[in-house]
């Protein structure tokens, strides 16, 4: 897929805003040799080495000075020549140089637009492009090594192997449609339905994988009913144990805090706190309240928190009846250090019941155990990769379409259609769906003559 007008260049400051020691100007576009040579009066880069300058406006008055990297085309991130300034990290002298940028023609850049052209220029296809967002916005160390994977290619080249199987089944059965008598003889000793059945398997395989990745992607998130005092920090805080992202309180607009955030495995776990949702005349948290029960209609589980010796108090009964009645549900009746009773798990009217103590940790393990349980989440290892739910959408339609194709291969024509689609749907998530690719791969496998 290449670009057949000339795009027009792009630039953004690449780093975070605020203050900071260095501060990247990212810019793409075609022939930056010129613009190079302009912003640094007249200095030419050599391509991909740091070049140390001054950065000039238009009257020949230093703004900055710094690194300036150039990477030509197509070696380069979007395919197109690249240019980055590396300057001081002020947001005033960040300004100043993306000023300059734009009077030497550059425009601003539109959110992913880099990785947008990474994409057109096939540098990187959409699961990569996909990725690159997923592993900057990654919220546990997991997710980002998840997201790395995809970035590197891993998702993907899985997708192309099944692509691949399925465009050699592809064109083995539709040879076939030319010889209508024999069709079903000839399919039954080309094994058809045994590589279907195996390329079948590796999907369910695939679709295994993508589900934890998934999840690490999404994360888990939980509706955490308790009164004040229950031990809801403190059970936030043993949840997280060693994890990197420990309790982190979001203040709401509430005075309370309502979401935070931990990791439990790796899996990032979007906690709301009901304590913040209290009765209130104020307009304003009011509306943050109203977002809060919105996010509780979208939460997995609710985590029904409870100190051992009150058990359900009237007040906790109150805001359960509040919440909707399909959402599972785990109780933990906390403090159990403080009781004769042993910690463990039990299942109590459909939903597990969990005591422990986030004090002594006792229990605490069974708890988690169960959370990650309860979103299907197996564990991470090596091969997971990041993904998302267009990827298992994706996933799950080319799954029932190779269901289809078996069930129906004794006909032909559907057999092939459905494997057509199946195709079709796994090549959604690289980005690449043509049917060019197919006639390509079809044409370039007869030998010459035919
Ligand atoms: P929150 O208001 O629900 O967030 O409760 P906190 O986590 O702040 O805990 C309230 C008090 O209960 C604190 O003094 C905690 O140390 C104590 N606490 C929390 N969990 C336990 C527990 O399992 N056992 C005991 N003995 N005390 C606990
Ligand atoms: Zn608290």
Redesign the pocket.
Known sequence: MNLSYTPATICAIATAPGRGGVGVIRVSGKDLLPFAQAISQGKTPKPRYAMYTDFFDSHGQAIDNGLLLFFPGPNSFTGEDVIELQGHGGPVVMKMLLARCVELGARLAEPGEFTKRAFLNDKLDLAQAESVADLIDASSETAARSALKSLKGAFSRQVHGLVDELINLRMLVEATLDFPEEEIDFLKQADAIGRLRRLRATLVGVQATAKQGAILREGMHVVMV?????????????LAGDDVAIVTDIAGTTRDTVREEIVIDGVPVHVI?T?GLRETDDVVEKIGIERTWQAVERADLALV?T??RHGLTDEVQAILARIPAGLPRVHVF?????TADAPGIADEEGHPLVR?????HQGVDLLKAKLLEMIGFSGADEGVFLARQRHLDAIARAADHLELAEADWEQVEIFAEELRLAQNALSEITGEFSADDLLGVIFSRFCIGK
């Open positions: 308790g009164q004040p005092n229950v031990g809801k920090s403190s059970l936030m805080n043993a706190d304590a928190l100190d051992s906390n403090k159990v250090d403080l422990l103590s986030a004090k002594t």
